[in-house]
């Protein structure tokens, strides 16, 4: 899947050396999602020609006339080699203000196709899970958007590079829980079972939507209404989106276990077992039938 840079976030008022931490957290955080997905970096086609914190990365000046030591320019330079520079400086564009003052073609084709932006953080804006602003398509055209955005490392960013389009190879009925190593990795450190039952149930429904979605599933409001009441709240997901040859099927997280797993339905709402976060199986000892019809 395609990330792209976020130039936007390359300019900065502090020299190229008060940033270098900076830098050197994003090229780790760059290199530990490449060991962990098949990702393809992008850029705008000028990229060597933008300068990043006051640094001219194609003369290794820095703008000031201030000099920079060498492993330092070494470093820039390979830290941009590692994006592919395909994106032609030209519609779509996204910018942070509507009269589209500053903008980058960048963000605006991660934006177009859904696709994350990575940023580095000299500017405190851009660290934040969601980046907000406008697109501009053609000339006429200029519509709020947000994209989503990648600056440390943490679980939740892998949500993001979650391919959903694997899910067209699996049966939502027998597979509910295909992305085990993506899974794995989001749920990493996370302690469900040393918790008491308010903090457990927190955490059930914070990462069970994550591991759902990652895996393809999408959180279904008006059935999950339907299955709930004053006692007890359903959150359930179905597979219509992402499992595409296949015949509908429903997962609903389970708030009372110890550990995170979801009950398993059919198109017509019959149980078919519980499924553990990662992947295993178990026979019902007892039916959690949903409804899927009022």
Known sequence: MNIYLNDLSLHSDKS????????????????????MTNITLRASRN???????????MTSQCLKGTSVPYEY???????YSKFLPSVVDNFPYFSESKDMNGKSSSVGMA??????????????KYAADII???????????????VNN??????????????INVCRNYNPLENPMWNKELSKKLLKGVDFINQ???????????????????NGWTYNEEISKLNSNSGQLRYIFDSSLSFVN?????????MEGPDLAYELCDKKGKHKGECSWNGKMKVPKEYHDIKVKR
């Open 73 to 79: 320019a070494t470093l820039v330079k390979a830290l």
């Open 196 to 214: 008491d039952a308010k903090s457990r149930q927190g955490m059930l429904y914070k990462y069970g939507k994550m591991i759902a979605e990652a």
């Open 150 to 163: 990648i600056f440390e490392d943490k679980p939740t960013i892998y949500t993001h590079l979650a391919d």
């Open 246 to 254: 296949y015949p509908i099927a429903y997962i609903s997280i389970d």
């Open 47 to 57: 990229l060597w020609n933008t300068p990043i914190s006051g640094f001219d990365v």
């Open 132 to 146: 907000s602003g406008w697109l501009q398509k053609n000339k006429n055209e200029v519509i709020a958007a947000d």
């Open 16 to 35: 190229i050396i008060e940033n270098m931490p900076l830098i050197i957290r994003l090229k780790s955080l760059i290199e530990s999602l490449s060991s």
């Open 111 to 124: 934006c177009v196709e859904s696709y994350p932006v990575i940023s580095f953080t000299f500017d405190e």
